[in-house]
């Protein structure tokens, strides 16, 4: 079946230095989306961004994310966090042929410090 | 902005308690689901209805169940609920279930069997 690794659990950062989460991804299908939820503490989960295109860049809110079919990724990526960027963060896909479902990574915590 | 209601917030229940977790939207979307969040393993789908009677098994549907009674209203039931139920129990919806389609989350119910 279809699955997400986000390898890091935790990561840390100094605030006004990039970061980069990974993740990668298994299916047997080609129709497939791809998206960052993020979840601020004692919040629901949202939408951060989402994609489908491959080798096309989405941003949203200072993050951006490419899917690279190639190799299989869809990292998270900011040039410069912030202290409010501390967060949840998942990357999921949807296969439309399989049932319609979001699977949903480990998930990964980001924290930012000072 | 779509809007999810869950109820209760929190629950304590005893191991073989009866316990149902309720959800409704008002966004008229046709899709919803119930994941289950534990550290370490993400968002977990539990199971999902594409409609009114419709039911559809998640990835961990063992010792749940679910109904979908009308198009807003989408409940979970633990009949003999078990310390390993113990979880943070977040309910989504989607207008439809495929493609980049958004899910919006409600805020969670945290759920104890002692």
């Known amino acids: 079946g279809d699955s997400v690794t986000q390898t890091e659990g935790l990561v840390t950062v100094t605030e006004g230095l990039p970061v980069m989460l990974n993740c990668t991804y298994q299916t047997a299908y080609s129709d497939v989306a791809f998206f960052w939820y993020v979840q601020y503490l004692n919040e629901a989960p949202k939408l951060l961004l989402r994609?489908?295109?491959?080798?096309k860049r989405t941003e949203h809110q200072g993050f951006h994310a490419t899917l690279h079919k190639s190799s299989s990724s869809f990292h998270l990526q900011k040039s410069s966090v912030q202290l409010s960027d501390s967060a949840l963060y998942y990357c999921?896909?949807?296969?439309?042929?399989?049932?319609?479902?979001?699977?949903f990574g480990q998930g990964t915590i980001l924290k930012v410090y000072l | 902005e779509a809007a999810v209601t869950q109820s209760p917030r929190n629950k304590v229940t005893v191991t073989g308690g009866n316990v149902t977790l309720s959800c409704r939207q008002t966004n008229s979307h046709n899709y919803m689901y119930w994941y289950r969040q534990d550290t370490g393993h993400g968002l977990r789908l539990i199971h999902y209805?594409?409609?009114?009677?419709?039911?559809q098994i998640g990835d961990v549907p063992d010792g749940y169940k679910a109904t979908r009674t009308t198009q807003e209203d989408f409940f979970l039931l633990l009949e003999l609920a078990s310390p390993s139920q113990t979880s943070l129990y977040f309910c989504a919806s989607s207008e439809t279930g495929g493609g980049q389609n958004t899910l919006y989350f409600g805020a969670g119910t945290r759920l104890s069997v002692l």
């Open positions: 209805s594409y409609g009114a009677g419709n039911l």
């Open positions: 994609s489908s295109t491959d080798n």
């Open positions: 999921a896909l949807r296969a439309t042929s399989s049932g319609q479902k979001l699977v």
